[in-house]
């Protein structure tokens, strides 16, 4: 039985399908890989360079929903803005790089451990449990269907997201401006 | 998704060869160009006018030992020019050379361009990050805050472009533009569209490409003159070829988006027999101008910079798209 | 463009300019305290390529020790050497033939052309722009292979003698330096136009390190400096030595004092060397180039001397204390680069890096000259 | 189920959004700089991300609207960082510090 | 004429009685007729200033001055616009001295050299720093420090500068051995 | 508002024009020499480094006066010489140029009265070894004319 899975799970890694899924694996891998390096290093480019690794991973799995463009997004907003602005950040307020930023204490790795395993394995469980209802048609994941609602049915919420867009950047230049003399 | 999965898998493979094989002769071109600017004849030793030249240059990268200065984040070290060089391919994949060659055409194909290249934007954050050396640290800084002026102008062209064409596929702005050079993006007679501005863009655009690309006279990040060799100061071997290589496959990927935004993707001028040598023959114009610019004007300064992107180049942009988008709707 | 601003100890860091960089052309240090981009302290160390040249004039005899002055700037040799010369013939009392002075300002003007390109092409490079460099070393080339083939060498002539020249100058070496004018005019509206008139070079100097004339006297500055800071003050008008009161030209003062004034001053001095050439080659005399008598070896009464001349770097003194004997018993050289070097420290505070560095290719640096 | 067929199914997404969610919350409670909290809670924010793009596909009738969820949630996390680094910048000046244990002085 | 004016100015640093013979010496001619009767026994110049002939030694005042008096000096050329040009020393070691030269120049036409000279004992070499009236004077005292071995009282970083950081000795001094 | 403007279109004026101006270069013909494969030939006063001139019956003029010894600045020449049996004038023995002091001044070259020294053309010398540049130029002189 178990010669026949694997050979049947190479007869489908040489399918296009199958190259599709190990893709999938991968992305997901790049994404744990970056998610733990952006948790756990001990350095804080580290955290961020781990940061972006996972967001690429999200971005590939973003892709496998069948939305590119949330995608693309996902890379333009993560990768190209909010990591540039962590990394500003570090390099503004964290000019020793050899001090370590390990855990706070002794207790906190398990006890974070625990929590955090707590909340995915009830997470996980609750997710595979459960029995969803099977959507009737997959999404086409067109630009035109995101446009179109965002302009119709979300256009209030569009436009309080750009008033907070706003909002956030007068308020991070009050904030961060001021010379440092003062 | 099946079939356009193996379909990206042979355009990434083709990609790193037409990457690898630009940044190879685009350095010999770039060499024998800034030398005949200079008056000097340039690598013309090995080979029929020096030809050989690029692949010995290789064979010497390759052959060279990797080294790793002591203190240097080795991890962040080792990725940054494997990141620098990753997203260039990738963006090569979605290119349309032509209405045939292209390796997988996507709906979106502009925004994965941009959202490719803010990857590149990080990749010499960390390699100047991680060298631990000061002139690096220094040229990081100027690289990513450079990026970030320039993407706004250039995003805004682009929507500007893409506002005009109705699609974000690459291989539909072409199709918008097909039919002689009255009807591409940059000339202004466009069917039932006068927009006088679209030079302007044009120019933008261009401006934005070579700031983007980290070319003279905005090569800030590298400025040898200051800051050593910038990010890659600490690099040696191939680690240095590859940053050598990603500049260059940047380089193409600017130049062939000027070409399919303004200038018509693969379509011949004067309206007949389009086909991949047209786009070809502009990009390797665009790349041609690239370089002529680069051995002309000295380097700008990082406020002078600054200020043309934010005084100049941000606003004419953003009038041009206003102007636009009216257009559109008047007519 | 500046940052007055006050920072704790520990958010500057400190970046070594040198002794190995690109942009120092040579050996020079400076020890940069750097807030960001933005320089808060420099310190310049120099000494890297320092030959006690004022010890070998002690030691060896006058005419000796002449071949060293070719040997402290390498890029504009013959200055030096004129000004040693002068200060030893004055001093010693020798005549000189009227046709060995007018070949030494032609030559002098010659070479300083030469040095100004060459500061001229490095200076663009500076600023990141490279082909000038290889234009300004085409135009140099010119003059190299003039003073070739007078004086056997291309960067230390050792050409001037006690009392007169080495060699005499030939016909083809006239009919060369008169074909090199109208050809260096050309050149000259190529650099204007390529160069000056560029919106990036312009706006990269315009308004970078205002030295103002008060800087330039405490610090003792001079040449284009000196006179990119309004101050109008040339040795060969101040304190006209050898035949330069014969000439007519003008000493290009510019009143900006920034950068940009101080690379006009050379660009309008280039062509203010050219006047001069012109003007040498129409006067030139017959006659001999040395003494009649032959020179024994020379003496110098005992005294303190003093002679300064214009150097393509500025003004460059000679100061002679002699016993009477055959070797001086001090002999200093002052040298220009060194004080138009000091003032940067001061002036480079509150600037961001690339703008200092702009600012130190506008002093036209030459180590070997400032280190002696 | 094949590994390789993992991608068409919805648990898989759940599991995944469900583990950077975990992460998150681990990176959060570990973390003693104030930098290294935003980074976790970045990766919190993809784990509900995820899942909303998950349900999306897999049992939303309406085709976009996880997408648009998931678009504003990076809206708000651009504006969070921004609005969240520039305290970082004003704790740093006051503090010259951003580790959390050296902010326990509330008046600074 | 600023000649005159500095002339006087200089003057004005000392007492008539002591200007007196300084005054009375031909100018231009004193060194070298002392010189060549007695080299050896050549008596230090007294304090005071000479007029000298600027086609033979090129430069037209030559004051020698006290240490004590010579920020008084410098203060004085500082006033009236002169610049700073550079700064030696000599050692005269057969009269067991250390001699510190100052020349000063102008910018503007009228033409007017000035020496300041100061001469201190070899085995105490100490001149007081100039460099608060002339900040380029600094770079001219390091050198001087270095070739000399002649300390500037109060200058603010008086560290080897043309030298290696670590030397310890001063080569322009008579009694160093090459 | 109009000096925003006039400032970039003079700007890119000023940008096109320093373009054209390469460009035209771009056409011109080249002005180097590539060094190995192309030489230049020394102009007639090149100070290459000293040789001795060969005079009559291929021997040298040199009287053994010392004076080029005493002139050079950096001590790099030493010569010797002895009088022959029955001659009436020294003869040169032995002529070494050190060139690595030498600075090519040529002060040895003008204090010599008898026209035995002149300046070779070469202007290539490398070596790893400091010993190939102790010159014997009497060997050499021999080895010019066999």
Not at chain 3, 321 to 335: A, F, M
Not at chain 6, 37 to 55: F, K, P, Q, S
Not at chain 6, 92 to 118: P, R
Request: with cysteine; charged share 20%; glycine share 8%.
């Amino acid at each position: 039985m178990n010669s026949s899975f694997l050979m049947s799970q190479a007869h489908a890694l040489f399918s296009a399908d199958g190259l599709a899924g190990l893709i999938f694996l991968i992305m997901v891998a790049v994404m744990l890989i970056g998610g733990l390096m952006a948790c756990t290093s001990e350095r804080l480019v580290r955290c961020v360079a781990g940061l972006v690794v996972c967001f690429v991973g999200v971005a590939g799995i973003y892709f496998y929903l069948n939305s590119p463009f949330v995608a693309t997004m996902q890379m333009l907003i993560y990768v190209g803005a909010v990591s540039v602005t962590i990394s500003f950040a570090i390099m503004l307020a964290a000019p020793e790089q050899s001090k370590k930023i390990g855990p706070s204490g002794p207790l906190s790795g398990p006890l974070g451990f625990l929590t955090a395993g707590l909340i995915f394995g009830g997470l996980a469980v609750l997710g595979c449990r459960t029995v969803w209802p099977v959507k009737p048609k997959i999404n086409s994941g067109t630009m035109e269907d995101i446009g179109a609602q965002l302009l119709q049915n979300y256009s209030m919420v569009f436009e309080l997201v750009s008033v907070v867009l706003l909002i956030a950047i007068l308020g991070a230049i009050i904030l961060a401006r001021g010379g440092r003399n003062t | 998704m099946s079939l356009t999965l193996l379909n990206v898998i042979v355009a990434v493979i083709i990609a790193i060869a037409f990457a690898a094989l630009n940044a190879a002769y685009l350095v010999w071109a770039e060499r024998r160009g800034a030398a005949r600017i200079q008056r000097r004849p340039g690598p013309n030793i090995n080979g029929p006018f020096g030809l050989f030249q690029p692949p010995l240059d290789g064979v010497k990268l390759m052959a060279k030992q990797l080294l790793i200065p002591g203190g240097v984040d080795k991890v962040l070290f080792m990725a940054a020019p494997v990141l620098a060089m990753a997203p260039a391919i990738t963006s090569f994949v979605t290119l349309p050379f032509s209405d045939l060659i292209v390796g997988h055409n996507m709906h979106i194909g502009i925004l994965l361009i941009f959202a490719f290249a803010s990857i590149g934007g990080m990749s010499l954050l960390f390699a100047g990050w991680s060298s631990r050396n000061k002139y690096s640290m220094m040229s990081s800084v100027r690289a990513v805050s450079q990026a970030i002026a320039y993407e706004i102008p250039m995003l805004i062209t682009v929507i500007t472009v893409v506002m005009i064409a109705g699609t974000t596929d690459l291989m539909g702005i072409v199709k918008g533009q097909m039919g002689g050079f009255w009807h591409w993006n940059i000339f202004p007679f466009k069917a039932g569209l006068f927009n006088p501005l679209m030079l302007m863009s044009f120019l933008i655009f261009f401006t934005c490409s070579l700031a983007e690309t980290n070319r003279a006279p905005f090569d800030l990040g590298e400025a040898e003159s200051e800051l050593v060799a910038g990010f890659h100061t600490e690099y040696g071997s191939m680690g240095f070829g590859l940053f050598f290589m990603a500049e260059y496959a940047n380089i193409v990927i600017g130049a062939s988006l000027t070409t399919i935004l303004f200038l018509g993707g693969w379509d011949c001028p004067f309206g007949f027999f389009p086909g991949v040598w047209w786009f070809l023959l502009k990009i390797y114009l665009l790349i041609a101008s690239f370089i002529w610019i680069r051995w002309t004007f000295p380097r700008t300064t990082i406020y002078g910079l600054l200020n043309l992107s934010w005084k100049i180049l941000i606003p004419l942009s953003l009038f041009n798209l206003l102007l636009t988008a009216g257009l559109l709707k008047v007519f | 463009m500046s940052a007055p601003i006050k920072l704790r100890p520990d958010e500057t860091f400190i970046l070594n300019v040198g002794p190995q960089h690109p942009a120092t052309h040579g050996v020079l240090r400076v020890k940069m305290e750097m807030d960001g981009e933005y320089i808060v302290n420099a310190e310049t160390v120099i000494g890297y390529i320092h030959r006690m040249h004022e010890k070998m004039g002690e030691l060896k005899t006058y005419s000796q020790f002449l071949m060293n002055l070719s040997r402290m700037d390498y890029l504009g040799a013959l200055g030096y050497s004129h000004g040693h010369v002068l200060l030893i013939e004055k001093a010693a009392g020798i005549e000189v033939p009227e046709r060995a002075e007018y070949i030494r300002a032609i030559t002098v003007e010659l070479n300083r052309i030469a040095s100004h390109l060459f500061w001229f092409g490095a200076f663009v490079m500076d600023l990141g722009g490279f082909s000038p460099l290889m234009y300004a070393l085409q135009d140099r080339e010119y003059i190299l292979d003039m003073l070739e083939a007078i004086t056997g060498s291309r960067l230390t002539y050792s050409y001037y003698r006690f009392g007169g020249l080495y060699n005499d100058v030939d016909d083809d070496f006239i009919a060369a330096a008169r074909r090199f004018i109208p050809r260096m005019r050309t050149s000259m509206k190529k650099y204007h136009k390529l160069v000056t008139g560029n919106i990036i070079f312009r706006k990269r100097l315009e308004g970078i390190a205002p030295l103002t004339p008060e800087i330039c006297r405490k610090y003792g500055a001079s040449s284009a400096v000196a006179r990119g800071s309004g101050i109008n003050f040339d040795v060969r008008k101040n304190e006209p030595y050898s035949v330069y009161p014969e000439f007519d030209f003008d000493v290009p003062v510019f009143h900006e004092c920034d950068s940009l004034a101080r690379y006009n001053v050379r660009m309008a001095e280039i062509e203010q060397s050219l006047r001069i050439i012109e003007q040498g080659l129409d006067k030139l005399p017959g006659g001999p180039i040395m003494p009649e008598k032959k020179l024994k070896a020379i003496k110098v009464p005992p005294g303190d001397y003093y002679q300064a001349v214009e150097t393509a770097r500025g003004s460059f003194g000679v100061r002679l204390v002699s016993d009477g004997g055959k070797t001086p018993y001090r002999l200093k050289l002052r040298s220009p680069t060194y004080s138009n070097m000091h003032l940067f420290d001061e002036s480079c505070r509150g600037m961001l890096i690339m703008d200092a560095l702009a600012f130190m290719g506008s002093l036209d640096l030459v180590i070997p000259e400032i280190d002696r | 189920m094949s590994l390789l067929t993992l991608h068409n199914s919805l648990t898989t997404y759940l599991v995944i959004g469900a583990l950077l969610f975990g992460i998150g919350i681990y990176g959060l409670i570990t973390r003693r700089t104030v930098i290294g909290m935003l980074i976790a809670s970045e990766l919190m924010l993809a784990g509900a991300s995820v899942n909303f793009m998950a349900f999306n596909r897999f049992t939303a009738p309406d085709p976009v609207v996880g997408q648009i969820f998931t678009l504003f949630i990076m809206a708000i996390a651009a504006a969070e960082a921004a609005i969240g680094l520039s305290i970082v910048v004003a704790i740093y000046r006051s503090y010259t510090s951003i580790d959390t244990e050296d902010l326990v002085k509330l008046k600074g | 004429m600023i000649f005159e004016k500095t002339k006087q100015a200089l003057q004005g640093l000392f007492p008539q009685s002591e200007k007196t013979p300084v005054t009375a010496l031909p100018p231009a001619q004193e060194d070298a007729a002392e010189s060549k009767k007695t080299p050896k026994k050549e008596e230090p110049r007294p304090d005071g200033v000479v007029e000298r002939d600027y086609k033979v030694h090129g430069y037209h005042l030559d004051a020698q001055v006290s240490p004590a008096q010579l920020l008084e000096a410098v203060s004085l050329l500082d006033k009236a616009e002169f610049f700073i040009e550079s700064i030696t020393g000599v050692d005269w070691i057969k009269e067991d001295q250390m001699e510190v030269i100052y020349d000063f120049n102008r910018y503007d036409f009228d033409l007017c050299r000035v020496v300041i000279r100061t001469r201190v004992p070899r085995s105490n070499p100490v001149v007081p720093t100039i460099t608060d009236i002339y900040a380029g004077a600094n770079w001219h005292e390091r050198e001087t420090h270095d070739f000399f071995g002649i300390k500037f009282d109060g200058h603010p970083h008086l560290i080897p500068l043309l030298l290696p950081e670590d030397a310890d000795y001063h080569p322009l001094c008579k009694d160093f051995k090459v | 508002m109009g000096a925003y403007f006039s400032e970039i279109f003079s700007g890119l004026w000023s940008l096109f024009i320093g373009m054209s101006i390469t460009f035209r270069e771009f056409f011109s013909p080249t002005v180097t020499v590539q060094y190995p494969y192309e030489t230049l030939t020394m102009t007639a006063r090149y100070r290459g480094h000293i040789d001795l001139i060969v005079g009559e019956e291929g021997k040298t003029n040199c009287v053994v006066c010392g004076m080029c010894e005493k002139a050079c600045p950096s001590d790099c020449i030493s010569l010797a010489g002895e009088k022959p049996e029955g001659g009436k004038k020294k003869e040169l023995t032995k002529y070494t140029l050190d060139f690595t002091k030498c600075s090519l001044c040529g002060s040895c070259v003008e204090s010599c009265n008898f026209n035995a020294i002149d300046f070779s053309k070469e202007y290539n010398l490398a070596s790893t070894r400091k010993e190939d540049f102790y010159f014997d130029l009497l060997q050499r002189l021999k080895d010019r004319n066999p």
